[in-house]
């Protein structure tokens, strides 16, 4: 077999399948986005504790004064 007529009968066979093809991969993309959709309840966001030791106040902030006089 030549290479002209594997890449016919490659060419015949994408097109008659194609239909069946681009099906399948829709399912399989929905199917992914439906167990993404699944996972996400079960992620919860990082507590954040609050530490009053490493409190930030105005005389902190490079800019504080220009800021509270705006």
Known sequence: MDLHQYAVDLRDFVVNWWPLLGLTFYCVLLYIFWRMLQL????????????????????DIAGADEAKME
């Open 40 to 59: 996400m309840p079960r992620v919860k966001p990082a507590t954040v504790i609050v530490d009053p030791k490493t409190a930030i106040d105005w005389n």
